[in-house]
């Protein structure tokens, strides 16, 4: 297992990131601007289906979810200040959409925070990847309710896959976390063009 770097409270969310950044291998630099670049295309998909104050948070908080996840590889850790700063966009985004958004929002924020807080305690799990899949789920609610939800379940399914064939005890779980975020949202627009924003979506 790699070594966890802990910085003091005092160092700034930029400089972790840069030496976050510093340690990845060059596959896996190359896999998170692959998945950036895939959260923008999202975010500018988003732009026909849902408000454009919605989609540029998607965007950001895609962007924002990939920072966290590059310093969690690196200290097992998830900054604060992308959490506060990833809620605050979605928080904006949702108060202009509407009081409906803002519903979608609140529930796409439970659904996916409450099954990462029942296991916590058992499995181990940081509070810090509860206020991240909080956050994805609320970000993930301006496209549609369920997509934190799915979010959840594939990054649960993808790290238990991965941790079996690597034999390993402990992942960072925001790089999941962040990579099913973005396929949930991929998928949660597609269920918005067949059933509407709804939930359940009606097909």
């Excluded at 409450?114 to 509070?127: A, I």
């Excluded at 993930?140 to 079996?164: I, R």
Aim: hydrophobic fraction near 60%; proline fraction near 4%.
């Amino acid at each position: 297992m790699a070594d966890i770097t802990v910085f003091p409270s005092s160092t700034s969310t930029a400089a972790r990131f840069g030496q976050a950044w510093q340690a990845l291998a060059p596959r896996r630099r190359g896999l998170v601007l692959g998945g950036v670049a895939g959260a923008v295309g999202i975010a500018l998909a988003a732009a026909r289906q849902v408000p454009v104050a919605s989609a540029i948070a998607i965007g950001f908080v895609g962007v924002l979810a990939a920072a966290a996840a590059v310093v969690d590889v690196h200290e097992h850790r998830i900054p604060n200040r992308l959490l506060w700063a990833a809620t605050v966009v979605v928080a904006v985004a949702a108060a202009l959409a509407g009081w409906r958004t803002v519903g979608d929002v609140t529930v796409g924020l439970v659904i996916g925070s409450v099954p990462l807080f029942v296991v916590r305690y058992d499995k181990g799990l940081g509070l810090g990847d509860v206020k991240f899949a909080a956050v994805l789920g609320a970000a993930g609610g301006l496209v549609h309710p369920g997509v934190g939800l799915v979010a959840v379940w594939a990054a649960a399914l993808a790290s238990g896959l991965f941790a079996l064939r690597t034999d390993r005890m402990r992942l960072a779980l925001a790089p999941w976390l962040w990579a099913g975020f973005v396929a949930a949202c991929a998928a949660g627009l597609v269920m918005v063009q067949l059933g509407g924003s709804s939930w359940p979506a009606r097909f």
